[in-house]
């Protein structure tokens, strides 16, 4: 059962990286654990503790009930997406020396088809709330703030890609306010077919 009282939104801070790894897993549960292997909730802790890049607590929303850490999302803005990819891949190399050859080939095709931005676009890069406390509107209150936070950076548009197979997710999405807008190109890699479309909303001050 979860934890009950009043949910409270707050940014990550770098002793949330346990929580922040496992609900990335669980924002995609076969995506990631085929790109960084069976250590993906490893690597996520590890780059999460980090500043400077797209994976980092700076960019981490976090939704506490009762004390516990019950759903985070992960966005940020055209800007940092191109200034932090570099810093991205050299601490994926620090964490992942040894297998950054073949990491680097299927971080280039991810990144080629995955989070691409045009000026003036906020990305949603994850979001996902405990299995524990879903049902409780904590995922709408953290995509109400993640539009917020992308006026307050002076986006029109927030974007998203979601694994077409998703339809939870989508059906939150579109409830929400968020088109479909593109197909992207099927990654694959180990052994398995990625497909995801690309989600967006155009977010107007007072309206977010």
Known sequence: MGSTGEAALRRAR??????????????????????????????????FRYRGHVLSHEHTLVVEVGGRVAGMALAYDFRHRTLR????????VRCLPLRMVRLAALLVRAQCTLGRLQRDEYYLSNIAVHPDFRGRGLGTRLLREVESSALRAGCRRVVLDAESDNERAIRLYSRLGYSVVARLPVLRFAGRSFEFVRMAKEVVRGRA
């Open 85 to 92: 990819e570099l810093r991205t891949g050299l601490l994926l």
């Open 14 to 47: 770098p002793e949330d990286a346990g929580d922040f790894a496992r609900l990335m897993v669980e924002s995609s549960p076969r995506f990631f654990p085929a790109l960084f292997g069976i250590d993906a909730s490893a690597v996520m802790r590890e780059l």
